[in-house]
C-alpha cells in the first residue's frame, strides 16, 4: 500500500512524521515532495507510485500538490493547524529560522524587518488560504470522508485518538505501537531529543493549541477569526467533533 500525507506548514509536521513512521514501522519509506505532483514519471515531479509498497509521499503546504489528481488508489492523511495559530508560529518561525540560502546579513535584516513589524501586523499580513484550499479540495471531493483527518489541536490534546484513527489506516493495534510513541506524546516533548532541537530552544515553540490568544491583541483576534471564518469552517467540520470548540 502506499500512502500520502498532506499538511498545512509549521504544524508539528516533523512530531507527525516520526508518528507516522512509528506507527507503520521501519520498512515505511517517506518521500518529501520536490516537484509538482504527478501519477506519471517523469523529471522534476514527486512521482505518485500507486503501486508502490510501504511509500508515503508527504506534502508540506500546497506548492506541489495538485488537487485534480485521482489519489484514490493511495491511502490519504490529512493534516491541518488552526489558522490563527499558524500565522502566530510562523512569526515566531520568521524571526529564529531564515532561510539558509540567505547571507548572514540578509537573515539579520530578515529578522529586523519582522520584529519591527509586530507580531499582530505579520499574523494580518500573513496569507495561508491556499493551504486550506488544498485540504478543502480533498474534503469535498470523493474521498473526503475516506481520508484520515488529523490535526495540531489532536496531536496537543487528543493523542490517543489521533493514533487510534492511524493506526487503522496502517492496520496495527495501537497497543503494538504505544511504547514507541510515548515520547512523542506532548507531556514528553520537552524530553524528545528529536523535538528539542528544533523546538525546545525555540522561543516560540508551544504544545498547546489557541496561541493566537495568547500572542496577539484582542482586536487582532476579533480581526483574524473574521478573515478566517471560511477556513476555520473547515476545521471545525473535518476536526473530531469534540475539539471544533478550539475554532471559535
Not at 12 to 30: E, F, H, K, N, V
Not at 160 to 175: E, G, I, Q
Amino acid at each position: 500500500m502506499a500512502y500520502v500525507f498532506v499538511c498545512t506548514p509549521t504544524s508539528g509536521t516533523a512530531s507527525m512524521l516520526r508518528i507516522l513512521q512509528a506507527i507503520a514501522g521501519p520498512d515505511l519509506r517517506l518521500k518529501a515532495a520536490n516537484g509538482p505532483a504527478s501519477l506519471e514519471k517523469k523529471e522534476n515531479v514527486t512521482f505518485l507510485d500507486a503501486k508502490a509498497n510501504n511509500v508515503l509521499y508527504w506534502f508540506r503546504g500546497p506548492r506541489h500538490w495538485d488537487a485534480s489528481l485521482d489519489v484514490s488508489a493511495f491511502r490519504i492523511i490529512a493534516h491541518f493547524r488552526d489558522p490563527r495559530d499558524l500565522a502566530c508560529n510562523q512569526y515566531w518561525w520568521a524571526l529564529q529560522h531564515p532561510n539558509t540560502h540567505d547571507t548572514p546579513e540578509v537573515a539579520e535584516q530578515k529578522r529586523r524587518k519582522v520584529e519591527e513589524l509586530g507580531i499582530d501586523h505579520y499574523v494580518m499580513g500573513r496569507n495561508n488560504t491556499a493551504s486550506y484550499e488544498m485540504l478543502r479540495s480533498l474534503s469535498d471531493g470523493p474521498l473526503g470522508d475516506a481520508v484520515t483527518w488529523t490535526s495540531y489541536n489532536q496531536l496537543c490534546c487528543a493523542f490517543d485518538y489521533m493514533v487510534d484513527n492511524l493506526c487503522r489506516t496502517f492496520n496495527r493495534a495501537p497497543s503494538m505501537v504505544a511504547e514507541a510513541l510515548r515520547i512523542e506524546r506532548p507531556e514528553n516533548l520537552f524530553a524528545n531529543p528529536d523535538w528539542v532541537k528544533v523546538g525546545g530552544t525555540w522561543k516560540g515553540s508551544d504544545v498547546t493549541p489557541g496561541r493566537f490568544r495568547r500572542d496577539l491583541k484582542p482586536e487582532t483576534v476579533e480581526a483574524i477569526t473574521q478573515r478566517h471564518e471560511r477556513e476555520l469552517a473547515f476545521c471545525r467540520y473535518r476536526d473530531a467533533s469534540f475539539m471544533a470548540h478550539h475554532y471559535s
